[in-house]
């Protein structure tokens, strides 16, 4: 796989406070990747940089793997398509503004005109062609602005928080929204959000932001399967997890690793999910370890080094796993 | 009283309603300088606020206040230094510009220049920061990114010029101090006001009258019109 970015110790100031710190970081060709993480925390900071708007204090950035400088970065601009956070239309009618990057680039009147249509009536967007604006609800913008990225056929598409300015049914809406403008499309995409679980729904590869430095986050634990409200179950085909109560309707789950207790016993407690199994796999990461076991499924845990220090687990080793049905949370 | 004023305004509808040639070259000598000034002083200021609004450079503070203060400059200080500079003894008293339209034109610029300079300024530096990161992220280029925001600010950009315009054609300072006032060459709406009413002819004044509040109401409903289309 080649990498369509790869950061070296990236920096960028603002007002002389250092706001991002990368020490290194490749994104794949091809994938989704979402940036995690708090309002401040540096998201979109990086974001406008990968979309070539802003330059790193110090650092290089290399997208396809060509070291980006002040001759090319424009060159790599067009290449790239960026819906920023609460995206501006301009104050002409909607098809204008999807075809005006094609303007920009010089493309004809008749051409444009095509592909800008043909854009939003594969988006189901074509009612809106001739509207302003101004006459636009939120998500609409939000649809707008990414047809008016994709009609570039951009090798990247950035998107910039894109759920924050919408609603629970709009968000839901453009989640589908945005899963059908991937279809067929072998971009890479990258988008930051603040909800770790949507994140790890919708892309390849999780990284959340804390204090301007990037870290790759491990899974969550997501599972597939239905819900019976008999049993008051989970059925993933190869266990059962047991949730507070869910419609019938309920597909997905998923368990945060913080939430999971790992133990030598079976412990008893009031966490209402405990399922013996073995431990796969352990890595260390800062002062956290990360372990893996299988109890059916795989689940990822977190576990304090002291806790490590404590439990003494290795790798085959058995152990108890256990949360509280609370601890899981109905994706749809 | 009464009478009197009922009586000159129907005899000033009737030179209205009439087409008075008398009066309408008036109003044709003011609408065509004024329209020249505010053509030469927008091609200015359009450019020159948008380098203001965008660029920091030394002094740009001080420059800023200067400019609100000339905003509220007196037009007969604008007349009377222009005077200076015009008449024959001036610095650019060979041209002999003085009561010639062209000072007219002169004046008018350069006492609307500060007023559209200052609106402009302001519509570039309250529009919506989005424009320019949208249209960069676009792939416009520096020129494309301006043709952008000054389309996208037009409304702003167009209420300025009227706001303009408003200044110039009801302004009567420099036209008297640079024009003189000659008959059916330097004299307008504002001077010949003043002229007709002391000379006894109420009726062709208040008509004239009549005439500059109906371009002063024409100029408002654009005005308001553009700055509801910029919102």
């Known amino acids: ?332 | 009283m009464n009478d009197f004023f009922t009586d000159s305004f129907l005899v000033a509808l009737n030179l209205i309603l009439g087409f008075d040639i008398e009066l309408y070259y008036v109003v044709w000598t003011s609408l065509k300088i004024s329209f020249s000034s505010i053509l030469i002083t927008s091609f200015l200021c359009i450019p020159l606020g948008l380098v203001f609004a965008f660029r920091n450079f030394p002094g740009k503070p001080v420059l800023q206040s200067i400019l609100n203060t000339l905003m509220a400059m007196p037009t007969v200080v604008v007349g009377l230094l222009l005077f200076g500079l015009l008449g024959r003894r001036g610095a650019f008293g060979e041209l002999e510009l003085l009561y010639t339209q062209t000072a007219m034109v002169i004046g008018q610029c350069v006492l609307i220049f500060p007023i559209i300079l200052n609106l402009v300024i302001s519509a570039a530096n309250t529009a919506d920061p989005r424009i320019r990161s949208t249209s960069v992220a676009l792939g416009a280029g520096r020129v494309q990114q301006l043709v952008i925001f000054v389309n996208e600010v037009r409304f702003a950009m167009m209420a300025a010029i009227v706001a303009g315009f408003g200044r110039a054609i009801g302004e009567v300072g420099v036209a008297m101090m640079l024009g003189g006032n000659i008959e059916g060459y330097t004299r307008t709406m504002t001077t010949a006001i003043i002229l007709e009413t002391s000379k006894g002819e109420f009726e062709f004044a208040l008509a004239l009258g009549m005439l500059l509040l109906l371009v002063a109401f024409v100029v408002n409903g654009l005005l308001e019109k553009f700055q509801k289309l910029n919102k």
Not at chain 1, 33 to 59: D, E, H, Q, W
Not at chain 1, 83 to 109: C, S
Request: glycine share 8%.
């Open chain 1, 1 to 332: 796989m080649t990498a369509v970015y790869e950061l070296k110790d990236v920096q960028f100031r603002f007002d002389g406070n250092l706001v991002l710190d990368i020490g290194y970081c490749s994104i794949e060709r091809g994938r989704s990747v979402a940036i995690v993480g708090p309002n401040g925390s540096g998201k979109t900071t990086l974001l406008n940089m990968l979309a070539f708007l802003s330059k790193p204090a110090r650092g290089y950035i290399k997208y396809l793997q060509v070291s980006v400088n002040d001759r090319n970065r424009g060159d790599f601009r067009r290449r790239v398509g960026y819906v920023q956070q609460n995206p501006y239309l301009f104050n002409m009618p909607v098809f204008e503004n999807v075809e005006l990057g094609l303007k920009l680039r010089g493309t004809a009147k008749k051409v444009r005109r095509r592909r800008a249509l043909d854009i939003l009536a594969q988006l189901g967007l074509e009612n809106l062609a001739g509207r302003r604006a101004h006459e636009l609800s939120g998500g609409e913008i939000q649809k707008v602005a990414l047809a008016r990225a994709l009609v570039l056929e951009p090798e990247v598409l950035i998107l910039d928080e894109p759920f924050t300015y919408l609603d629970k049914s709009s968000s839901f809406e453009f989640e589908n929204f945005l899963t059908l403008a991937r279809n067929g499309r072998e971009q890479t995409v990258i988008f930051s959000l603040h909800d770790h679980i949507r994140a790890q729904v919708l892309a390849d590869e999780v990284c959340s932001i804390i204090d301007g430095k990037l870290i790759r986050e491990s899974s969550i634990n997501l599972f597939h399967g239905r819900f019976s409200a008999e049993t008051g179950c989970f059925d993933t085909g190869r266990m059962n997890i047991r949730l507070p109560g869910a419609g019938n309707s309920c597909r997905m789950i998923a368990v945060e690793p913080s939430q999971i207790v790992l133990s030598r016993a079976e412990l008893d407690s009031s966490m209402r999910n405990s399922f013996p199994g073995r431990v796969t796999s352990m890595h260390s990461q800062g002062s956290n370890v990360h372990v893996t076991v299988d109890v059916g499924e795989k689940f990822h845990t977190v576990i304090s080094g002291a806790a490590q220090e404590a439990l003494k687990l290795g790798p085959g080793d058995a152990v108890w796993l256990s949360f509280k049905s609370n601890a899981v949370k109905v994706i749809r």
